[in-house]
């Protein structure tokens, strides 16, 4: 059986859940790229509370997995969805080809059953 190289992206951009969230899957990957608008502002331009959200995961990242990437994502001449997709693609563009696999959950969602998608990701590449 290979050895999974799984990475993970999150935006950081919602403090409400981010701690449940990220721990979910902290143990089963080598690094989380957190992609963050530098100046504080969500796809639509409004403020958003990034420094909250740099804080909390600061304070759980206790094995130096998190990887800061700043960028500018309230492009207002685009509409907020190409905003939302260039985000993630720079975070994807980020992490680059140095995994087999990249987890994204947005913040308010956790991974319920780690085990069960360790296999589901195993069979996948047996297959």
Request: glycine fraction near 4%.
């Amino acid at each position: 059986m290979s050895v999974l190289r799984l990475k993970a992206y999150v935006l950081a951009a919602d403090p409400a859940w981010i701690e449940a969230s990220v721990l979910s899957y902290y143990d089963l990957v080598e690094e989380i790229v957190v992609s963050y608008d530098k100046d504080g502002r969500g796809w639509t331009g409004v403020p958003i509370p990034v420094e909250e959200c740099l804080r909390r995961l600061k304070a759980i990242d206790r094995d130096g997995k998190m990887r800061y990437v700043p960028g500018h994502y309230a492009r207002l001449d685009n509409h907020p969805m190409e905003n939302e997709t260039y985000q993630r693609q720079c975070a994807i563009d980020a992490i680059g080809e140095t995994c087999d696999w990249v987890l994204q959950l947005d913040t308010d969602e956790v991974l319920a059953t780690p085990d069960v998608f360790l296999d589901c990701l195993r069979q996948a590449e047996d297959a």
